[in-house]
């Protein structure tokens, strides 16, 4: 049976957003009578893993490789690419540069074919742009009864959320607001008897879609959360951090108009807030993008 690889950076300071999007890739690309064999990256057993990958590709019927690793270079890539008929490579931050003619490039991120870390990559064999998202907006959304859903990167700590509720709260009048996040715990005793207030701690995937496609606005780091947010009708408000994997999605959602900014977190930890008076309900959200333009990366799975 051919097989598909994918190869993802996922480990406790990494997170697992690259594992939600590379699913999402594989959900989408609807690989019927494909194997499918996953290997994870991270910085402790890197070489280990790597290793197995180079055994397994030289032994197999490989019609496609996935990569969403900032760990592995480009000499990597073009080498294992030998291997597979064609090789998927998403690439949102490191504008990576490689010719041949089997691997193509992936980044949803808004306005990406504007974005110079791909001026290296020239203008074939890439797929630029929200209307590649392997993902897609519901045709009916639901009634929103949540104001504000936060849920931030891996990184993010108590403090900064208790902030970043604390500035909604002093700025708007009761407002519903749910937070999901492993400081469950600290947050409960923070916003204790708050009756506006709900905390909850990261909840399967499925269910977490839900509470997003019940809220108006999704406060965020950007990364792969924006884009579910997005796709259940809530606006992400993005909050910025310095030296982030995530800066080209909160660029391009805030200046495509998608997003909106809600503030930053700067070098000290500190969080510094928007106008959060400004934020308005999302209901001239245009979500017929997102996801548009998938089909064509089936391709991918015919016969070379």
Same mark, same amino acid.
């Given at each position: 049976?051919?097989?598909?690889?994918?190869?993802?950076?996922?480990?406790?300071?990494?997170?697992?957003?690259?594992?939600?999007?590379? %699913?999402?890739?594989?959900?989408?690309?609807?690989?019927?009578?494909?194997?499918?064999?996953?290997?994870?990256?991270?910085?402790?057993?890197?070489?280990?893993?790597?290793?197995?990958?180079?055994?397994?590709?030289?032994? /197999?019927?490989?019609?496609?490789?996935?990569?969403?690793?900032?760990?592995?270079?480009?000499?990597?890539?073009?080498?294992?690419?030998? @291997?597979?008929?064609?090789?998927?490579?998403?690439?949102?931050?490191?504008?990576?540069?490689?010719?041949?003619? /089997?691997?193509?490039?992936? &980044?949803?991120?808004?306005?990406?074919?504007?974005?110079?870390?791909?001026?290296?990559?020239?203008?074939? %064999?890439?797929?630029?742009?929200?209307?590649?998202?392997?993902?897609?907006?519901?045709?009916?959304?639901?009634?929103?009864?949540? &104001?504000?859903?936060?849920?931030?990167?891996?990184?993010?700590?108590?403090?900064?959320?208790?902030?970043?509720?604390?500035?909604?709260?002093?700025?708007?009048?009761?407002?519903?607001?749910?937070?999901?996040?492993?400081?469950?715990?600290?947050?409960d005793n923070n916003y204790q008897g708050v009756k506006s207030f709900l905390a909850l701690d990261l909840l399967p995937e499925e269910l977490f879609i839900e509470y997003l496609s019940l809220s108006t606005f999704t406060v965020t780091t950007g990364g792969w959360t924006s884009y579910q947010a997005l796709s259940k009708g809530s606006r992400?408000?993005?909050?910025?951090?310095?030296?982030?994997?995530?800066?080209?999605?909160?660029?391009?959602?805030?200046?495509?108009? @998608?997003?909106?900014?809600?503030?930053?977190?700067?070098?000290?930890?500190?969080?510094?807030?928007?106008?959060?008076?400004?934020?308005?309900?999302?209901?001239?959200?245009?979500?017929?993008?997102?996801?548009?333009?998938?089909?064509?990366?089936?391709?991918?799975?015919?016969?070379?």
């Amino acid at each position: 049976m051919p097989k598909i690889i994918t190869i993802v950076d996922c480990s406790k300071d990494i997170g697992n957003g690259h594992v939600k999007r590379v %699913n999402a890739l594989i959900r989408r690309l609807e690989p019927v009578g494909f194997e499918i064999d996953e290997y994870l990256l991270d910085n402790i057993s890197l070489d280990i893993t790597l290793s197995r990958i180079n055994s397994a590709i030289k032994v /197999n019927d490989i019609q496609l490789i996935i990569i969403d690793s900032f760990l592995i270079s480009d000499d990597y890539i073009l080498k294992i690419s030998q @291997y597979s008929k064609n090789v998927l490579v998403v690439d949102d931050l490191i504008g990576r540069s490689l010719s041949a003619s /089997n691997i193509f490039t992936i &980044d949803w991120t808004p306005l990406a074919d504007h974005n110079p870390i791909h001026d290296k990559s020239g203008k074939s %064999n890439n797929f630029f742009g929200l209307q590649y998202c392997p993902i897609s907006s519901d045709p009916i959304l639901k009634k929103k009864n949540i &104001d504000y859903l936060i849920h931030l990167g891996s990184g993010i700590n108590l403090d900064i959320y208790i902030k970043v509720v604390e500035s909604l709260f002093s700025s708007l009048s009761e407002p519903k607001i749910v937070v999901i996040s492993k400081h469950k715990a600290g947050l409960d005793n923070n916003y204790q008897g708050v009756k506006s207030f709900l905390a909850l701690d990261l909840l399967p995937e499925e269910l977490f879609i839900e509470y997003l496609s019940l809220s108006t606005f999704t406060v965020t780091t950007g990364g792969w959360t924006s884009y579910q947010a997005l796709s259940k009708g809530s606006r992400p408000l993005l909050i910025s951090v310095p030296e982030s994997t995530t800066y080209y999605d909160c660029h391009g959602f805030v200046y495509s108009g @998608y997003g909106l900014p809600f503030g930053f977190i700067d070098q000290q930890n500190n969080f510094q807030a928007c106008d959060i008076n400004a934020f308005k309900p999302s209901k001239d959200l245009m979500l017929d993008q997102i996801g548009d333009c998938f089909s064509f990366i089936k391709d991918l799975l015919k016969g070379s």
